[in-house]
């Protein structure tokens, strides 16, 4: 009987050399982005080596019945040795073995292509263990016996070891990877944490590339039918995509005095998509049209310089909701049914859990399209996050055109790790990355020696930003500050007048409880419709709510709504008036763009500016929001240095000149914070994710105190350790499925019902809008109340009691109203 790798449901097995042959040709394709596609060939080659051992393939053809416990020998008990058997390190320790010995780099060289094999069911492993251990020399000297090593190497199709020993020998190897690490080193001289932590992402993308390429070679031969969902990149040329969107912006018509400059924004966006790939800047005012612009360049730009991809990174899902449904009907249109889901692809979900079953696995997406919508978080977890999932698709950001909306909500930990990884994408990788934003964070100026921008001249793609400012200058914004701070009452009272005064008024305020706490003061004896926004709320309830609010503002009708701060930035409507709770001088920019956003606002006959109030609430309580916390200080002592020499800042509180000042101070502020700290409760003992991603200095000192040497190693970063303390201080959320109106409750029971994979594939893609992320303590509140159930036995997947779900406010952690219990494919009511 053959050695195999994988069989299907009906028993057809595919063999282990086509699996290891078949993963070669992917990831040799997906390392060839940075000329090392004979690195990613031996990776796949030799990725499942140990897969030979009898061991294994005893486990495996017990586990799938091809062996018989009544009749073979061989036969095991396949739950007793599931998850027992190493079959990783075979692979590891060859190409370690064959190559450490060379002198030079050579070593590094094997030390980068172990790692990967090593890490590639596991998550990339340490080197140094944070207590200074030396994990990657242990394990690459753990025993033949239990590695199966020798034995593999006896056993393994003559075919793959000639290939994989044709590979090694051919100098070309060790030179394409040397070649790459000599322009790292060159790019970044005299910045050893950045050699060091670009080093790492480059193991970290050679480990993407092998990890897609395994993923997608056993996913196409056991779920032949999941594979017509994917593309394989075979997508829509750039040119017919581009000339879409041209002959959309052909048919706009001007309706609002400010689209004049928004077409000359457009313009600019692409007369400058012919410029060399590299780090630019869009710094538009809220309100400019930057989605559309923004989208002109990139896909001209993309055309121009033959990329693979164009990856738009949001901050909120509230924008991707807006922005991906305004860009699918320009480039999916009406007229070319068979467009339909395959251009436009928004991955925003939350709904698995990285320590993930196989069946849930099969749904994991690897940005298998030309255009994606996805938020911060993913995008750093495919850059730093724990496990496989998210590192999978960290090779699609090569090649690419990454245009980074509202560049200002970067969290502030990130700073250093997110500088460094962008100068790999766009120096290593051959993208380009565009940050918009009408408040351009300092990124340039922070610390260069830990990792800074370098953002060349004449890298902005508006010509003259300081008149484009005053161009579209259309609010006058009033400080309020009050001693002792404004009551929510009287701040309703101010809401409510400003809606009977501009005719529509928005609210945006810090927290959910003042939202809430908001909300229902103005409903007491409203003449106004009194809305309600957060992320408690489904994207599909926001978007309903959403609609309502647009068609109400559309015709003039009066509206007030209370929001947290979702709405502030990239959803597009125009309120007459607006309120912000004081915070970082940023958002009450953003804010800012909410009135009068298209200029239209009168008083009689007469053009005038909207209103934007700024108060100090007594009642609020920020809590741990110390990012909110700090932004608020340093925007009252920037607003305190505009009162005494406005002419200084360009007489415009939230003018450019105003925002460089007050990033300057938020920036020095929390310069400490920009390496990413962590905790000893995190990893052991108060260190950076940036040390620990680079040169691993603590660890360094701790194995030489131990050792009384120096770690023989190369590469000395702990890897594991610092994805798992980057997820875990960032209190991940998880995704909850809430049954929200006649679909959500639908989608429930299909869910429940469903076991087919290629039919979850499509209900999970679905349930991002019925969605719900929720931090570890909510979830834990919610499970203790017994008002979430898996949608599945043995999955990690959640779905919400309805009566944990108000009309008003979205997901609670107490119960409202009258309880409706979804079983699998039906429903009954009762009451409390």
């Given at each position: 009987?053959?050695?195999?790798?994988?069989?299907?449901?009906?028993?057809?097995?595919?063999?282990?050399?086509?699996?290891?042959?078949?993963?070669?040709?992917?990831?040799?394709?997906?390392?060839?982005?940075?000329?090392?596609?004979?690195?990613?060939?031996?990776?796949?080659?030799?990725?499942?080596?140990?897969?030979?051992?009898?061991?294994?393939?005893?486990?495996?053809?017990?586990?799938?019945?091809?062996?018989?416990?009544?009749?073979?020998?061989?036969?095991?008990?396949?739950?007793?040795?599931?998850?027992?058997?190493?079959?990783?390190?075979?692979?590891?320790?060859?190409?370690?073995?064959?190559?450490?010995?060379?002198?030079?780099?050579?070593?590094?060289?094997?030390?980068?292509?172990?790692?990967?094999?090593?890490?590639?069911?596991?998550?990339?492993?340490?080197?140094?263990?944070?207590?200074?251990?030396?994990?990657?020399?242990?394990?690459?000297?753990?025993?033949?016996?239990?590695?199966?090593?020798?034995?593999?190497?006896?056993?393994?199709?003559?075919?793959?070891?000639?290939?994989?020993?044709?590979?090694?020998?051919?100098?070309?190897?060790?030179?394409?990877?040397?070649?790459?690490?000599?322009?790292?080193?060159?790019?970044?001289?005299?910045?050893?944490i950045i050699v060091q932590q670009q080093f790492g992402l480059l193991v970290r993308f050679l480990f993407s590339c092998l990890i897609d390429a395994d993923r997608l070679d056993t996913a196409t031969f056991e779920k032949p039918r999941a594979n017509r969902n994917r593309m394989h990149g075979d997508y829509e040329?750039?040119?017919?995509?581009?000339?879409?969107?041209?002959?959309?912006?052909?048919?706009?018509?001007?309706?609002?005095?400010?689209?004049?400059?928004?077409?000359?924004?457009?313009?600019?966006?692409?007369?400058?998509?012919?410029?060399?790939?590299?780090?630019?800047?869009?710094?538009?005012?809220?309100?400019?049209?930057?989605?559309?612009?923004?989208?002109?360049?990139?896909?001209?730009?993309?055309?121009?310089?033959?990329?693979?991809?164009?990856?738009?990174?949001?901050?909120?899902?509230?924008?991707?909701?807006?922005?991906?449904?305004?860009?699918?009907?320009?480039?999916?249109?009406?007229?070319?049914?068979?467009?339909?889901?395959?251009?436009?692809?928004?991955?925003?979900?939350?709904?698995?859990?990285?320590?993930?079953?196989?069946?849930?696995?099969?749904?994991?997406?690897?940005?298998?399209?030309?255009?994606?919508?996805?938020?911060?978080?993913?995008?750093?977890?495919?850059?730093?996050?724990?496990?496989?999932?998210?590192?999978?698709?960290?090779?699609?950001?090569?090649?690419?055109?990454?245009?980074?909306?509202?560049?200002?909500?970067?969290?502030?930990?990130?700073?250093?790790?997110?500088?460094?990884?962008?100068?790999?994408?766009?120096?290593?990788?051959?993208?380009?990355?565009?940050?918009?934003?009408?408040?351009?964070?300092?990124?340039?100026?922070?610390?260069?020696?830990?990792?800074?921008?370098?953002?060349?001249?004449?890298?902005?793609?508006?010509?003259?930003?300081?008149?484009?400012?005053?161009?579209?200058?259309?609010?006058?914004?009033?400080?309020?500050?009050?001693?002792?701070?404004?009551?929510?009452?009287?701040?309703?009272?101010?809401?409510?007048?400003?809606?009977?005064?501009?005719?529509?008024?928005?609210?945006?305020?810090?927290?959910?409880?003042?939202?809430?706490?908001?909300?229902?003061?103005?409903?007491?004896?409203?003449?106004?419709?009194?809305?309600?926004?957060?992320?408690?709320?489904?994207?599909?309830?926001?978007?309903?709510?959403?609609?309502?609010?647009?068609?109400?503002?559309?015709?003039?009708?009066?509206?007030?709504?209370?929001?947290?701060?979702?709405?502030?930035?990239?959803?597009?409507?125009?309120?007459?008036?607006?309120?912000?709770?004081?915070?970082?001088?940023?958002?009450?920019?953003?804010?800012?763009?909410?009135?009068?956003?298209?200029?239209?606002?009168?008083?009689?006959?007469?053009?005038?500016?909207?209103?934007?109030?700024?108060?100090?609430?007594?009642?609020?309580?920020?809590?741990?929001?110390?990012?909110?916390?700090?932004?608020?200080?340093?925007?009252?002592?920037?607003?305190?240095?505009?009162?005494?020499?406005?002419?200084?800042?360009?007489?415009?509180?939230?003018?450019?000149?105003?925002?460089?000042?007050?990033?300057?101070?938020?920036?020095?502020?929390?310069?400490?914070?920009?390496?990413?700290?962590?905790?000893?409760?995190?990893?052991?003992?108060?260190?950076?994710?940036?040390?620990?991603?680079?040169?691993?200095?603590?660890?360094?000192?701790?194995?030489?105190?131990?050792?009384?040497?120096?770690?023989?190693?190369?590469?000395?970063?702990?890897?594991?350790?610092?994805?798992?303390?980057?997820?875990?201080?960032?209190?991940?959320?998880?995704?909850?499925?809430?049954?929200?109106?006649?679909?959500?409750?639908?989608?429930?029971?299909?869910?429940?019902?469903?076991?087919?994979?290629?039919?979850?594939?499509?209900?999970?893609?679905?349930?991002?809008?019925?969605?719900?992320?929720?931090?570890?303590?909510?979830?834990?509140?919610?499970?203790?109340?017994?008002?979430?159930?898996?949608?599945?036995?043995?999955?990690?997947?959640?779905?919400?009691?309805?009566?944990?779900?108000?009309?008003?406010?979205?997901?609670?952690?107490?119960?409202?109203?009258?309880?409706?219990?979804?079983?699998?494919?039906?429903?009954?009511?009762?009451?409390?």
């Amino acid at each position: 009987m053959s050695n195999i790798a994988h069989t299907r449901k009906n028993g057809d097995p595919q063999t282990l050399s086509e699996h290891l042959l078949g993963v070669a040709l992917l990831a040799s394709g997906n390392a060839a982005k940075l000329d090392l596609a004979l690195v990613g060939e031996l990776l796949g080659i030799l990725h499942d080596l140990g897969k030979y051992s009898t061991e294994f393939q005893s486990y495996l053809k017990s586990a799938v019945g091809l062996l018989n416990q009544d009749e073979d020998e061989d036969y095991v008990d396949a739950a007793q040795k599931k998850g027992k058997v190493d079959h990783s390190s075979a692979g590891a320790q060859l190409i370690w073995k064959e190559l450490s010995g060379q002198g030079g780099l050579a070593g590094l060289v094997g030390q980068i292509l172990a790692l990967c094999i090593a890490s590639h069911h596991s998550g990339l492993i340490d080197c140094l263990a944070a207590d200074g251990e030396d994990s990657f020399s242990r394990r690459m000297s753990k025993s033949s016996r239990r590695t199966h090593l020798d034995e593999v190497i006896d056993a393994a199709d003559k075919a793959i070891l000639d290939r994989a020993d044709a590979i090694l020998k051919d100098q070309a190897l060790i030179k394409g990877l040397q070649a790459r690490l000599a322009k790292i080193s060159a790019a970044q001289a005299g910045h050893n944490i950045i050699v060091q932590q670009q080093f790492g992402l480059l193991v970290r993308f050679l480990f993407s590339c092998l990890i897609d390429a395994d993923r997608l070679d056993t996913a196409t031969f056991e779920k032949p039918r999941a594979n017509r969902n994917r593309m394989h990149g075979d997508y829509e040329d750039w040119q017919t995509l581009a000339a879409r969107l041209e002959s959309y912006l052909a048919m706009l018509t001007p309706s609002q005095p400010i689209d004049g400059l928004r077409a000359d924004i457009s313009r600019h966006c692409l007369d400058a998509a012919t410029r060399e790939a590299g780090i630019y800047k869009l710094s538009v005012p809220t309100g400019g049209g930057k989605t559309l612009a923004s989208l002109r360049f990139a896909l001209h730009h993309a055309a121009h310089h033959k990329m693979d991809r164009v990856i738009y990174v949001i901050p909120f899902t509230s924008i991707i909701d807006q922005n991906a449904k305004v860009v699918r009907s320009i480039l999916e249109p009406a007229d070319s049914p068979e467009t339909h889901g395959r251009i436009v692809l928004e991955h925003h979900g939350n709904l698995t859990p990285e320590v993930q079953g196989w069946r849930e696995k099969m749904l994991t997406e690897n940005w298998d399209a030309p255009v994606i919508y996805t938020t911060n978080v993913q995008l750093l977890e495919a850059l730093f996050g724990a496990g496989t999932r998210g590192a999978r698709r960290m090779h699609q950001l090569a090649n690419a055109v990454i245009v980074f909306d509202e560049i200002q909500t970067l969290p502030i930990n990130c700073v250093h790790l997110f500088n460094n990884a962008i100068k790999f994408l766009t120096g290593q990788c051959g993208s380009t990355v565009v940050l918009c934003t009408a408040t351009q964070p300092l990124l340039d100026k922070v610390d260069p020696q830990k990792g800074a921008l370098r953002i060349p001249e004449g890298s902005e793609l508006m010509p003259d930003v300081k008149g484009l400012f005053d161009q579209l200058k259309r609010i006058e914004l009033v400080y309020d500050r009050k001693p002792g701070g404004w009551t929510n009452e009287e701040i309703a009272t101010l809401a409510k007048s400003e809606a009977y005064r501009a005719g529509s008024c928005l609210v945006i305020v810090n927290t959910k409880a003042s939202a809430q706490a908001l909300y229902e003061l103005c409903q007491v004896e409203a003449k106004t419709p009194v809305y309600h926004l957060s992320t408690s709320m489904c994207p599909a309830h926001r978007k309903e709510v959403l609609s309502d609010i647009c068609h109400r503002l559309k015709h003039s009708e009066p509206t007030l709504c209370i929001s947290t701060q979702l709405i502030e930035a990239g959803v597009d409507v125009d309120f007459g008036a607006v309120i912000r709770f004081v915070a970082g001088l940023d958002s009450i920019a953003q804010a800012a763009g909410r009135c009068n956003r298209n200029g239209g606002q009168k008083e009689g006959n007469v053009r005038v500016a909207g209103i934007v109030h700024v108060v100090n609430p007594k009642d609020e309580n920020l809590g741990q929001l110390e990012a909110i916390s700090i932004g608020r200080d340093k925007t009252e002592r920037v607003l305190a240095d505009y009162d005494a020499d406005p002419a200084k800042y360009g007489n415009d509180r939230i003018g450019p000149e105003m925002m460089a000042w007050y990033y300057e101070n938020y920036f020095f502020a929390r310069a400490d914070q920009m390496d990413y700290p962590v905790s000893g409760d995190a990893v052991g003992r108060a260190d950076t994710l940036l040390n620990m991603l680079s040169g691993n200095s603590h660890a360094t000192v701790d194995f030489a105190n131990r050792h009384s040497g120096q770690a023989q190693l190369h590469l000395r970063q702990s890897f594991m350790t610092a994805a798992k303390a980057f997820k875990a201080i960032d209190a991940p959320t998880r995704g909850v499925i809430v049954p929200y109106g006649s679909k959500g409750r639908e989608l429930v029971n299909d869910l429940c019902a469903a076991f087919e994979v290629e039919k979850q594939y499509d209900l999970l893609k679905r349930a991002q809008q019925y969605t719900v992320n929720v931090f570890p303590n909510i979830l834990s509140k919610l499970e203790k109340a017994g008002a979430i159930h898996p949608i599945q036995d043995g999955t990690q997947i959640f779905h919400l009691e309805p009566r944990y779900y108000s009309p008003e406010f979205g997901l609670l952690t107490e119960p409202v109203g009258k309880m409706e219990v979804l079983y699998c494919g039906q429903s009954q009511s009762q009451h409390n």
